[in-house]
């Protein structure tokens, strides 16, 4: 292990010269002044004085001191084996977090046990990811001890953080790079030393670059030198040299922390290098916010979580910046960042949990809308942050083609009545994202119905055997099999006062079967008409998954054996099966309300119900699956979303012509829609890309027709 890390320094040394030099710029650059003084970081000497000199924060003082008087009480802890994923650390059966076994030094504890059901792991990996608690719970006290310091000035809180870096000196080198895959040496490319990944590496050595700088003037000289040389620089050239393989593409979220892990350790310990890497590199912050925002203002991955975790790592490197001058603050591609989640939230602020997320909403980038407030001025984030302005106002976003994301987003209604649907058609998002092609989630009656399930958790089997298994998802599947990876197109979209729609395709998904979706939306109903076309016959699987108690009317259901075994068709349970009609209609209730869906057949279908997995472990959401057995086919529905099913009582298919020929439903549909109140609308649609003279019932259309 040592020879390795012998041959392999040298090599990264060169690699991070080569990538440092290749990547700054050559002319135009911003001058990085450093002043010679700290602390300069998270906080600078004036702003220190002025906290202490201030009457009304001694309060907030004495808190800091008295949680610094309780760390020391204990002491740090200095762990001295390797961390591993911090997701084992959390029981696979039932997604709770562990806790230690016993109380003691935390070096002595090596059983763990799940609250919930009492499992008690001690292998390997359960091992590794609690080392990384240990490893974060010490660069966050190494901080609260810093900044009690630098507020007081007494040596008793800076000497254990002292100490705690001369052991991590000591340790650095001596630990294996690893990745949470079981790859050692070399071979973990993206592996960390005290963590598995470059990734919280990066993110645990900016927070101790920080308690760093905090006590660096009660450092000697060559204390202050060690320090930096030996770990804090060398963690962050480590990390620059192996990204310089190209392993973690640029655009990833994690080389936005990379780029912060420069500039802040290279600002704390004066390395004017490493900061214009960060922000000038060939992969640094200028670069990634060219490359990996959308035009639409949505990070690329195309999960809210990542958008908001890019974010965090974007504020630091900018927070850092802003000590020696830098500004974006005049950047539009930089503050659509703070837009683009208000072009994807619902009525009620939350929104889906598409590609790897977990549900999320507004709310959750309260803090995030704050600073955005602060650092670009516009009013419009300070009614997100919760921040009393004259000017504050919120967003009322409008049913919108987010074509450089690849999602289109339908909106109807007012208050009570507001429907959204969101139709996922383009980027696959990078790792994180799903096969998951013309995937429709809808919002209505003050909450979300057809959901995605996102990633439940990443320490789970479901995580891979459900979220990222194409059956979880509201879209077709072709022979049980998950689609490939494709970037969809949109080939139709408008919006008008009374209805929006949009036809959007893919052709990649199922090599050889070309799908498309056409949905239109009113204050009252939602048509969603999913056109598959190939030369060869095929299981095709129509699913939706709805929130609800599920109910119909339908006397034909009887027990069936599961849809499948394998390809996430194994947690479709409870499963219950009819010979599909010509209209059949299910309720997904809520209250006293429900969603209403009319399901109209070609007389060839079976159609199962049951109970799929929902955004949590344990969460049971019923599940709609229409099965046909063809090469081409479609399948119509129209969601009721009146709550009370009066928008829609009867609906007719009607006869689509072309030159006197009768066209097939996945060639063109036409409906005609009538409600209660016995006022009728007729909606069409042609799939057809060179049909131009299709006619409905004597009505001439292009793409579709709604009057």
């Not at 202490?52 to 003082?61: C, L, Y």
């Not at 420069?262 to 310990?269: F, L």
């Not at 199922?510 to 190939?534: A, E």
């Amino acid at each position: 292990m040592t020879r390795n890390i012998s041959y392999a320094l040298p090599l990264i040394f060169c690699l991070s010269v080569l990538y440092l030099i290749a990547g700054l710029r050559a002319d135009g650059e911003f001058e990085i002044r450093i002043p010679e003084s700290h602390p300069r970081l998270a906080y600078t000497a004036k702003e220190i004085e002025a906290w202490k000199n201030d009457a009304s924060q001694s309060g907030e003082i004495d808190k800091i001191v008295r949680k610094a008087d309780k760390i020391l009480e204990v002491g740090l802890y200095v762990p001295e084996q390797e961390g591993n994923w911090a997701f084992y650390y959390k029981c696979p059966k039932c997604n709770a977090g562990l806790k230690p076994e016993k109380s003691g030094k935390p070096g002595s504890i090596n059983s763990h046990v799940c609250p919930k059901c009492g499992r008690k792991y001690k292998d390997e990996k359960t091992v590794g990811g609690y080392i990384t608690r240990l490893n974060n719970l010490l660069n966050k006290e190494c901080f609260d001890l810093a900044l009690a310091y630098a507020l007081t000035g007494k040596k008793k809180y800076s000497e254990p953080v002292r100490k705690a870096f001369f052991k991590l000196v000591d340790i650095y080198p001596k630990l294996q790079r690893h990745d949470r895959w079981g790859r050692k040496g070399l071979l973990a490319v993206v592996g960390g030393r005290r963590y598995c990944q470059h990734l919280t590496e990066g993110i645990g050595c900016m927070k101790l670059a920080e308690a760093y700088d905090l006590i660096a003037n009660s450092l000697s000289e060559e204390d202050s030198k060690k320090i930096c040389d030996e770990f804090l620089v060398k963690t962050a050239r480590e990390i620059l040299g192996y990204n310089a393989f190209g392993v973690v593409g640029g655009m990833n979220n994690h080389q936005t922390w990379f780029n912060a892990t420069y500039v802040v350790i290279g600002y704390a310990t004066g390395d004017r290098d490493l900061v214009k890497t960060g922000l000038f590199g060939s992969r640094g912050l200028e670069w990634q916010i060219e490359k990996s925002i959308t035009d639409d203002g949505i990070w690329y991955e195309g999960t809210m979580d990542y958008h908001r975790y890019a974010m965090s790592a974007i504020v630091e490197t900018l927070d850092a910046a802003k000590r020696f001058g830098y500004s974006l603050k005049d950047s539009v591609r930089l503050k659509s960042l703070w837009l683009g989640p208000l072009q994807m939230a619902c009525p009620d602020g939350s929104i889906p949990a598409t590609n790897d997320s977990n549900p999320s909403s507004l709310a959750g980038f309260k803090g995030l809308y704050r600073w955005g407030y602060n650092y670009f001025g516009d009013p419009i984030f300070a009614s997100y942050a919760g921040i009393a302005t004259d000017k504050g106002m919120k967003i009322q976003p409008e049913s919108k083609a987010l074509e450089s994301l690849g999602m289109a987003a339908l909106r109807a209604g007012k208050n009570d009545g507001a429907a959204c649907a969101f139709l996922d058609y383009g980027i696959h998002g990078g790792g994180h994202g799903h096969p998951d092609k013309l995937n429709l989630m809808l919002y209505a009656l003050g909450r979300e119905f057809l959901v995605d399930p996102g990633r439940i958790s990443y320490s789970v089997p479901e995580f891979e055997t459900w979220c990222r298994k194409t059956v979880s998802h509201n879209t077709v599947v072709i022979n049980g099999r998950d689609q490939r990876p494709d970037r969809g197109q949109l080939e139709f979209f408008e919006s008008k006062d009374s209805y929006t729609a949009c036809l959007a395709s893919s052709a990649r998904a199922y090599p050889g079967h070309i799908l498309k979706r056409f949905l239109l939306l009113t204050d009252g109903f939602l048509v969603d008409v999913f056109s598959v076309h190939g030369d060869k016959k095929v299981k095709i699987d129509w699913l939706a998954h709805s929130y609800g108690t599920f109910e119909t009317k339908e006397k034909l259901f009887e027990p069936s054996a599961k849809t499948g075994d394998k390809n996430g068709y194994q947690h479709l349970e409870d499963v219950m099966q009819a010979q599909g009609s010509q209209h059949m209609t299910f309720d997904f209730k809520t209250g006293n309300k429900f969603l209403r869906m009319h399901c109209l057949g070609d007389g060839d279908s079976t159609v199962f119900t049951g109970q799929g997995i929902g955004t949590k472990l344990k969460e049971r959401v019923p599940f709609l699956l229409r099965r046909r057995n063809a090469d081409s086919t479609v399948v119509i529905t129209v969601y009721d979303l009146t709550g009370d099913g009066s928008a829609v009582s009867k609906i007719e298919i009607l006869s689509v012509t072309s030159d006197g020929r009768e066209m097939k439903g996945w060639e063109a549909s036409g409906l005609k829609i009538t409600g209660k109140s016995g006022s009728s609308k007729t909606v069409a649609v042609s799939f057809k890309d060179s049909e131009t003279k299709t006619s409905c019932v004597g009505s001439a259309f292009e793409n579709y027709l709604f009057k």
